[in-house]
Nanobody
Framework: QVQLVESGGGLVQAGGSLRLSCVASRSFFSMNDMGWYRQAPGKQRELVAKITRGGRTNYADSMKGRDTISRDNAKNTVYLQMNSLKPEDTAVYYC??????????WGQGTQVTVSS
């Protein structure tokens, strides 16, 4: 079992930045992909960005050029730096981890609200 705790969400004006953090209760060396997803009201949960065990990254088209995902294996933490935020980025952001055993784990979510 893995607990993921997100932080860093909040209210920001359009064009602003936020940095989300996700700390895992288990060593990152026992994890494969780590990622961030988001879910806006009335919409399905969607991928924002993911990073593999080896550090390869993948971003949703809407996030390319604006967001950067990174992981600190020593701190069991994955980050999402979000820049040039837009009102349509408003959503609950969830941290996801896939363990080497193949199980998916989710955090409780952190709210990001972008005002116009």
């Amino acid at each position: 079992q893995v607990q993921l705790v997100e932080s860093g969400g909040g209210l920001v004006q359009a064009g602003g930045s936020l940095r989300l953090s996700c700390v895992a209760s288990r060593s990152f060396f026992s994890m494969n992909d780590m990622g961030w997803y988001r879910q806006a009201p009335g919409k399905q949960r969607e991928l924002v960005a993911k990073i593999t065990r080896g550090g390869r990254t993948n971003y949703a088209d809407s996030m390319k050029g604006r967001d950067t995902i990174s992981r600190d294996n020593a701190k069991n933490t994955v980050y999402l730096q979000m820049n040039s935020l837009k009102p349509e980025d408003t959503a609950v952001y969830y941290c996801n981890a896939r363990g080497i055993e193949g199980l998916d784990y989710w955090g409780q979510g952190t709210q990001v609200t972008v005002s116009s």
